[in-house]
């Protein structure tokens, strides 16, 4: 059989492989990707897109729960957990169709299989009609990550869950149990405790969102609290006994070990890359901790090969494997694309309240050296936020009192997730405090809050 040979193959077909396999047909390169599961990766199978689709009918039950503030009657409030999970799920089909047809419409060759590394610029591909082999001048490996399993705390998706198993539950949890208040941990626990489950979440450092600027994560946790969650901070499950209906957690805190029953878990303690069986030590890739080593440009030292992605390292989001794998298919096209800078990336957490950030927490800004400015803006002293019924929030600046650069900007309350790319696009034109105070913020919106965060940082604030 003839090996195919392509200009680019791209194995794994998520947020970071399917987007470099369209820039890199785009630019009028010969190009395959190699997906053993599903169009479209975790993200938009079992991540990003169903658990926001899940997430938006939690706020919906929410809101209609809250009818009477708003001057309107809603009786009979209920909810159907298995319709709720079948939205989510044909949200997601959608998505993972819409991108075979992009790769139609880009000539891109999708082939179904697991991909090996052979050699530089050699592959096989194990599909359901055996085994391929596929040369190519450059390959980006892009396979992204799984959930990290701890001993012990082993999801068997009866009682005890991984995101997987959550977004397909097998019953509607009554006391439930989360391991990690990391960005997939804490939108689960906001999710079943709008729906009612008693949540308890544990958190091995001392700060839910522990990435988070602390005030942050200090509003975030008084909120969640209000809203009926226990919050356990540097606190470690030890041990689960599992039994038929129930389990048993162990949790170890302040030294004190406690017995606490629950009827399901969910464990959300981190990711490990996916790079096993790939012929990664045949080709001579480095790899550290679960993750392919590279350089600031996806290079792995290995002349062409690339890897972006969750396999390469943090942060691990989906905006910045797409933004990898554009880069590297310029790369190789023979571009001139700028590294992507981490400081520009934003986290995002849709739990209730939404979380966003980018850049420098203020904790860490003053580590590294800077003298800083910090604004804040509460929602409260918000027009449009009041009006929305949503008064709970805070939006923080530190800026470099030198220089007036922004280095970081921090969020929680309503459709904050949406704000943050105001920010975002400031970092990237190395806007200083002046150009964002002469901005016009349009009447009324939530953004004029992120104006009033500047303001505050040099003592102008208006509104508050």
Known sequence: MMAQNFDVVVIGAGPGGYVAAIRAAQLGLKVACVEREHLGGICLNWGCIPTKALLRSAEVFHLMERAKDFGLTADKIGYDLEKVVARSRGIAKQLSGGIGHLFKKNKVTPIMGEAK?????????????GVEEITAKNIIIATGARARELPGLEPDGKRVWNYKAALLPPHMPKKLLVIGSGAIGIEFASFFNTLGADTTVVEVMDRVLPVEDAEISTFAKKAFVKQGMKIMEKATVKSLDRKADKVIATIESGGKSEQMEFDTVISAVGIV???ENLGLEDVGVKVDRTHIVTDEYCRTGVPGLYAIGDVAGAPWLAHKASHEGVMVAELIAGGHPHPIKPGSIAGCTYCNPQVASVGLTEAKAKELGHEVKVGRFPFIGNGKAIALGEPEGLIKTVFDAKTGELLGAHMVGAEVTELIQGY????????TEAELMETVFPHPTLSEMMHEAVLDAYGRAIHF
């Open 273 to 275: 890359g996916n790079v």
């Open 117 to 129: 590394l052979v050699a530089p610029g050699k592959i096989t591909v194990k599909t359901d009609k």
């Open 424 to 431: 975002i696009v400031g970092r990237t034109l190395e806007t």
